[in-house]
């Protein structure tokens, strides 16, 4: 499994979403950062966890969607997932 960060625009966001819904992606988690370019812009951070097969794909997914703006995009290793509610582990915790 792999975690997949990316920091969109506000502007891109919808687009974004709408492209990780057509892949099948169904959850993610969304947080407001700042970046500190010019002074603070507001900016949206996507993080969701997805198959190592799939991180790929679902990078491309994000990077096409936020066209023309060029987010940052990275990906990290997960060695465990939990789904608290149900007490899934691995895999079976993200789908």
């Known amino acids: 499994m792999q975690l997949i960060t990316a920091v969109v625009a506000p502007s891109r966001i919808d687009a974004v979403l709408r492209g990780l819904r057509t892949f099948g992606m169904a959850g993610w988690n969304l947080s407001t950062v700042y970046a500190l370019g010019s002074g603070p812009v ?3 951070r996507l993080e ?3 198959a190592n097969a799939d991180s790929d794909d679902v990078v ?6 936020a ?6 995009v990275w990906v990290t290793p997960v060695d465990l ?3 608290v509610r149900t007490g899934e ?3 079976d915790a993200v789908r």
């Open 89 to 91: 582990h691995g895999p």
């Open 60 to 65: 491309r997914v994000i990077i096409r969607a």
């Open 81 to 83: 997932a939990v789904r």
């Open 42 to 44: 507001a900016h949206v």
């Open 67 to 72: 066209a023309p703006a060029k987010p940052p």
């Open 48 to 50: 969701l966890v997805a």
